[in-house]
C-alpha cells in the first residue's frame, strides 16, 4: 500500500486553488492521503484564505475513504505552547507532525511513502535527511509541473514497480 504525507496546509491550499486535489487520489491503487491534525488545523486557522475552505471540504468528503486525518502528539504540544507564547510558528511544528507520522509509517512497514512538501520547505526541512529509498520526496510545484505533463503517474508507477520487485529472486 502507498500513503502520501502531506507535510504542510500550503500544498492543499496551492492544489484547491489550481483545482487538483482529486489528482491526489489518482496516482495509485489503494492510495492513503495521510494528513497530519496539525496541517489540519493550521487550515483551519486559516480558513480565510483563499483556499483553505475548499481544501477542508475536500478533507471532510474523502475522509475515512481515501484521506484520513493522523493525531500527533505535536498538536497537543504545539497547542499548549501556544497558550504560553502566541508566536510559535506553525510551519514547523506542520513538518514535525509530518515526521512523527512517517516515522509511524516507517515503523509499521510501509512499502512505499510519498511526501508532499510545501516549495520553500522543499529540500532544507530537517527530517528529509537520510530518508529510506522507499519515501520520494515532491514538492506542489514539481507535482503540478509533472502533472500537467501527464507524468506524474509514471513516475509514481516507476516507484511501485521498484519496491514489488524488491524481495523477489532475479533470474
Known amino acids: 500500500m502507498t500513503s502520501l504525507i502531506i507535510t504542510d496546509s500550503r500544498p492543499l491550499i496551492d492544489l484547491a486553488l489550481a483545482d487538483e486535489l482529486d489528482t491526489l487520489l489518482t496516482l495509485a491503487p489503494d492510495l492513503r492521503v495521510l494528513i497530519p491534525d496539525m496541517v489540519r ?3 483551519v486557522a486559516h480558513v480565510e484564505s483563499p483556499g483553505a475552505p475548499d ?6 468528503a474523502n475522509d475515512g475513504r481515501h484521506v484520513f486525518v493522523q493525531c500527533t502528539e505535536e498538536l497537543e504540544e504545539f497547542l499548549v505552547l501556544r497558550r504560553s507564547a ?4 506553525v510551519r514547523h511544528h506542520n513538518e514535525l507532525a509530518a515526521a512523527e507520522i512517517l516515522g509511524r509509517e516507517l515503523a509499521r512497514g ?3 511513502l510519498i511526501m508532499l512538501l510545501d ?6 526541512a530537517p527530517f528529509l ?3 529510506p529509498d522507499n519515501v ?3 514538492s506542489t510545484a514539481s507535482y503540478l509541473d509533472k502533472l500537467k505533463s501527464r507524468q506524474i503517474r509514471h513516475a509514481v508507477s516507476a516507484m511501485l514497480q521498484r519496491f514489488m520487485a524488491r524481495g523477489r529472486p532475479r533470474a
Open 55 to 60: 481544501a477542508l471540504e475536500w478533507i471532510r
Open 41 to 43: 488545523h493550521d487550515l
Open 129 to 131: 535527511k537520510n530518508l
Open 119 to 124: 516549495d520553500a520547505a522543499a529540500g532544507h
Open 136 to 138: 520520494l520526496l515532491m
Open 86 to 89: 502566541s508566536d510559535a510558528s
Open 110 to 112: 510501509a512499502e512505499t
